[in-house]
């Protein structure tokens, strides 16, 4: 992990829900301030070359790092969709501790659903049922 000569954004600079769904599986939805000049079809590129790694502060990083230097661990690419890549079908492990506090770590394995300029849905499963990421 590195620590980026910039700071992220405030917490309240997102807007977020958790809801208990009829079957009782709880959707966490998560709306982001536009981040200004980013066009879906730059979102849907990041995501689908996520796994590279790109120049940053004079020094190659971990695209995944660069996105969340401090609450981003370990990405990688599981298993790809089929006839190859990153899109729907592919499986991504993930490794996070949400405000880089250890008690909040997960890792997860989950599956691209959708992957496009309207946006990535990742689902895993976690007690038998699937959870939408």
Same mark, same amino acid.
């Given at each position: ?8 954004? @405030?917490? #309240?600079?997102?807007? &977020?829900? *958790?809801? /208990?769904?009829?079957? %009782? ?5 998560? $709306? ?36 969340? @230097?401090? #609450?981003?661990?370990? &990405?990688? *690419?599981? /298993?790809?969709?089929? %006839? ?5 079908? $592919? ?43």
């Amino acid at each position: 992990m590195f620590e980026p000569h910039w700071r992220g954004r @405030p917490m #309240d600079s997102a807007r &977020w829900t *958790l809801t /208990r769904l009829p079957d %009782g599986r709880l959707q966490m939805t998560i $709306a982001h301030a536009p981040l200004r000049g980013i066009t879906p079809a730059m979102l849907a590129w990041w995501f689908r070359n996520i796994g590279g790694t790109m120049l940053w502060q004079g020094c190659e990083r971990q695209r995944y790092h660069v996105w969340h @230097p401090r #609450d981003h661990i370990h &990405w990688a *690419l599981a /298993r790809e969709a089929p %006839g190859g890549g990153v899109r729907p079908g $592919a499986s991504f492990r993930i490794v996070e501790a949400f405000q880089a506090n250890p008690r909040y770590r997960i890792d997860v394995t989950d599956r691209v659903v959708d992957l496009s300029e309207a946006g990535i849905t990742l689902v895993g499963r976690s007690g038998g049922r699937a959870v939408f990421r």
